[in-house]
């Protein structure tokens, strides 16, 4: 028996999710979200981005007080660690945001479905509470937004405890001697740089031959390069294919990843961080005839409509980078669309962030990718240490990338390796979207002295004219 019955229904309480239920109620169209959590958004504020990034800025703040304040001419006593302190500012931190959306669904009057979502018809949910409780819901249009999980690795198995997750890496109750992380990734290297500047000796054992796959090839050898200053160790091309925990620490067995002599390492705790997959499982996407590939992942055609009609699929559990900002856009332009209004995502201008100190962005084509392609194109270049902001700030690592189409000087990707170049990539996010050249961002003119002049720079540097290198 149906109990409530909703214009839109979105399962699953993630950024793409409530975003979504958010837009939708705004257009006049009752809404609701099934989510068995306890509290709304999703692995990113929960478990993911709020939370790592609030570790991430303590640890940057306690690494600068006491390796870096002295260059600044501030003196201070012996600096110590509160670990307690730091996690419960993070809990804080979370604990506001999240209670953020749930005041946000009282003001837009969403109806939070409490409980794991199942589909049962095309049109109908059947809520499944803790308390073991059901109930049947129905819905003109269902939005499938339940994002992703941990990908498992063959041969270690997590207990959140000394092989953790992302998850445990977050909430760790001391900080260990020795910390393996296998991935080196975003999440394994924004994790390792955290435990590493409140002192873990952290090694990073990635599969591939470079750290960063995907991003662009220099600002992922710079990158690993900044990152091996800082202390981080990493063994590239090198697969864990057992983990065994015991008294004296946990024994990682490794080999090479084309295959070789195996060899152990003992550490004290085992990040693991090889990606993450859809979490489609237990949906009920099978039972209405809702289509997948061999990834999990849901099909869906460009406006986000899955196989079976009424029902839309974004986020982590569709084709394309598993982000939060991804997944927010999508939320927005499914509403639109289910409200009868065009949408429209630029996928090329969604930046991508690791949020290591200096920070790395990128949006758009990397050199590989305009080689592959067989684009024609040029490069300009600029160095934060020929920035007099950065300078004043003492953070002169890193460099701006352009990439111009050679004969048309329309913007075709740029990448940022320095501080803040997460604030400064969406100048060029906007860049995209307008279909800019490099001459447009040159002569558009960027205060004086600030971090953004290297975007400048580095776009009169496509023509050769960079004025401070």
């Excluded at 981005?49 to 002295?70: F, M, N, Q, R, V």
């Excluded at 983990?243 to 070789?260: F, K, M, N, R």
């Amino acid at each position: 028996m149906v109990e409530q019955a909703f214009d839109v229904v979105v399962v699953g309480a993630g950024p793409g999710g409530y975003v979504a239920a958010i837009r939708a109620a705004q257009l006049g169209l009752k809404t609701a979200v099934v989510e068995k959590w306890d509290t709304l958004g999703g692995t990113c504020l929960n478990v993911g981005c709020i939370p790592s990034k609030a570790l991430l800025t303590s640890s940057e703040k306690y690494d600068e007080a006491k390796h870096h304040l002295g260059g600044h001419g501030i003196v201070l006593g012996s600096v110590s660690l509160d670990l307690p302190a730091l996690m419960a500012h993070k809990t804080k931190v979370v604990k506001d945001l999240t209670g953020g959306i749930e005041f946000l669904f009282k003001k837009n009057k969403i109806t939070w479905l409490r409980g794991h979502g199942r589909l049962t018809a095309p049109d109908l949910i059947e809520v499944q509470a803790k308390t073991g409780e059901t109930q049947v819901v129905s819905a003109k249009s269902i939005i499938i937004a339940t994002g992703s999980e941990v990908t498992p690795l063959p041969g270690v198995e997590i207990d959140e405890t000394r092989i953790v997750s992302s998850t445990g890496a977050l909430a760790l109750s001391e900080v260990p001697k020795r910390l393996t992380v296998i991935g080196g990734g975003v999440i394994g290297l924004e994790l390792g740089s955290v435990w590493s500047r409140l002192g873990a000796e952290v090694t990073v054992i990635e599969y591939l031959d470079r750290i960063l796959p995907g991003m662009d090839g220099e600002l992922s050898k710079q990158t690993q390069r900044l990152l091996t200053k800082q202390g981080l160790t990493f063994r590239l091309s090198t697969k864990v294919t057992a983990a065994v925990p015991g008294d004296s620490g946990i024994t990682l067995t490794v080999e090479p990843a084309a295959g070789g002599t195996a060899e152990t390492v003992v550490t004290d705790v085992v990040l693991v961080a090889i990606g993450r997959r859809p979490y489609t499982g237990g949906l009920g996407l099978e039972t209405v005839g809702i289509e997948t590939d061999n990834r999990g992942r849901i099909k869906t055609d460009s406006h986000f409509r899955t196989s079976v009609p009424h029902i839309y699929a974004i986020g982590d559990v569709i084709e394309g980078p598993m982000l939060a900002h991804k997944a927010e856009d999508e939320g927005v332009v499914v509403a639109e669309i289910i409200a009868g209004q065009s949408g429209h995502i630029n996928y090329d201008a969604i930046p991508g962030i690791i949020y290591t100190w200096p920070e790395v962005a990128s949006v758009g084509k990397t050199e590989e990718q305009l080689k592959d392609a067989g684009i024609s194109y040029k490069v300009g270049k600029f160095p934060f240490s020929a920035n007099g902001r950065a300078r004043a700030m003492a953070c002169t690592d890193g460099f701006v990338k352009v990439l111009a189409d050679a004969k048309t000087d329309r913007v075709l990707g740029v990448h940022i390796l320095g501080p803040d170049a997460g604030h400064l990539i969406a100048e060029i996010g906007l860049a995209l979207e307008f279909g800019a050249s490099a001459e447009d961002i040159a002569r558009t003119c960027h205060a004086h002295p600030t971090l953004s002049e290297t975007i400048k720079e580095a776009a009169l540097a496509v023509d050769g004219r960079a004025i401070h290198n």
